[in-house]
């Protein structure tokens, strides 16, 4: 399998495959918000545009970066999400980084949104679906965002069955400048919890699939039974 990790400003042609990583915390909180029974995702290019979806369809539910805002229902924060009730609910995100990069492939045949939750479901999906070349699409920092690019390559490995270990890319995560910066309270909208669930190898069964609906660019979940080796 072919893979290549690019930031967002460096992909110059739509890919064949794209996997968006944001770790910390778009797409923990995607995952967190798929378990906490959220039909889909609707992935907004503006903080405006977030609010307009949100106003011409009531019953949705806006998320944003950093603090609490008017007309936003909740923040981009695993450990706050977790205990909202979302079943039969739309969401509606607009993330610095993790959304931005998302939208950038859209148009690409298959887009994955991913994380270390979703890591292995990601990767079995490269794999049943046959997936020669992959470009990991590392969001933060430019691209050079250490959590972000630990977890492409780790589900990079994965997908190429060569029996990657965790432990190290966890360790680059954990180590990082957003980890430190959620650590420390520096970030906004944060729970104390953000990095530990951010972390979480592997916690939900689900890939997150994005694709092209009503002119929307919308993530569901894909569940992907682990292969009996795995079990």
Known sequence: MDSSFLGIDEVAEVPAVAVVVDVMRAFTVAAWAFERGAEKIVLAGSLDEALALKAR??????????????????????????????????????TTAGTVGALAVKDAPLVLCAGFVVAGATARLLRDRGCGSVTYVVTGEDGRAEEDLACAQYIAGRAAGDGTAADAYLRRAAGSRAAAELAQGVREGAHPDDVALCLELDRFSFAMVASQEDSLTVLRPVAVPAAPAEL
């Open 57 to 94: 369809r009531p019953g949705w539910v806006a998320l944003k970066d950093g603090a609490a805002a008017p007309g936003f229902d909740a923040v981009n924060s695993p450990g706050l999400l977790r205990d909202v009730d979302l079943g039969g609910r739309t969401v509606v995100q607009k």
